[in-house]
């Protein structure tokens, strides 16, 4: 399924953090949002994830405005994966991903429904969680069951807003490996909004940077990482490689200098 953006505008109050933004996402592709903290990524995933309303602007879902669905509809073709801190905590792992189950059935839970309540569970590694309360988990714990809801939802779409933030390595890893395996045997339509430039430029296929709400680059991993851009994105000079066929973005800092990204 395609993602349309076009003409995207968004304020908070009077500040307005997404400024004409426009970019599209092929069926089956795996994309990646890059920008710098309040480059205004987050935002645009809840405005596709019709947890915002935009001010200005369309997102079309195979050529279909989003907002003219109803909130069932939607959740029948857009899986939304939070920030951790955003977790359902009153719930047991196994309560809140059958949530992503509830735009398909009716009074209650089918055998099919839970069937894949539990392959979700088992897919992100939480067997052994399941009865646990979300409230007693770590961050990386409640971003995988965050991210199981999102995969038992069974949509044609997924966005995620930064899931890999609280996880260690391994699960980082794994998490995108998921995602882009689900792009490519599924067909699923993937955005990820995500800080780690090299992660991105290894697992995705596109990726768009933002800069104070607007799209700076929009492309391949090779057309859209530029050393002059990122430079200028995150104020920090970088140098760009290519690594056995990655592209790889390294910061140019000395010994003892401070920097942040
Ligand atoms: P990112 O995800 O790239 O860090 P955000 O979309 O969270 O960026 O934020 C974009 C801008 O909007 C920032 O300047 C941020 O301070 C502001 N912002 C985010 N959420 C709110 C909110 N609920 N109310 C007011 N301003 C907000």
Not at 122 to 138: F, I, P, W, Y
Not at 159 to 174: C, F, G, K, M, N
């Amino acid at each position: 399924m395609t993602i349309d953006i076009k003409n995207i505008r968004f304020s908070y109050g009077k500040r307005e953090v997404l400024q004409d933004v426009s970019f599209s996402v092929p069926d089956g592709r795996f994309a990646a949002l890059l920008g710098p903290n309040g480059s205004g990524k987050s935002t645009l995933v809840k405005v596709i994830a019709q947890v915002h309303k935009s001010a200005g602007g369309e997102v079309l879902l195979n050529g279909r405005e989003a907002s003219t669905l109803t909130r069932r509809e939607h959740a029948r073709e857009v899986g939304y994966v939070p920030q951790s801190g955003e977790a359902p905590f009153d719930l047991t792992v196994r309560e809140a991903v059958l949530l992503g189950r509830t735009p398909h059935f009716g009074m209650a839970p089918r055998t099919a429904d839970w069937r894949k309540v539990d392959e979700a569970i088992e897919l992100l590694g939480l067997a052994e969680l399941v009865d646990r309360n979300m409230s007693e988990l770590s961050g990386g714990q409640q971003q995988r069951a965050l991210i199981a809801r999102a995969i038992a939802q069974d949509t044609r779409i997924l966005v995620l807003d930064e899931p890999t933030s609280a996880l260690d390595l391994r699960y980082q890893i794994e998490t995108l490996q998921l995602v882009r395996r689900v792009t490519r045997e599924h067909g699923i339509t993937a955005l990820i909004a995500i800080h780690d430039l090299n992660h991105a430029a290894r697992f995705c296929d596109q990726i768009v940077l933002l800069h104070g709400g607007k799209i700076v680059s929009d492309g391949t991993p090779e057309e859209a990482l530029q050393s002059d851009t990122l430079g200028n994105v995150y104020g920090l000079p970088v140098k760009v490689q290519n690594i056995d066929g990655y592209v790889e973005v390294r910061p140019l800092v000395e010994d003892g200098i401070e920097y942040r990204i």
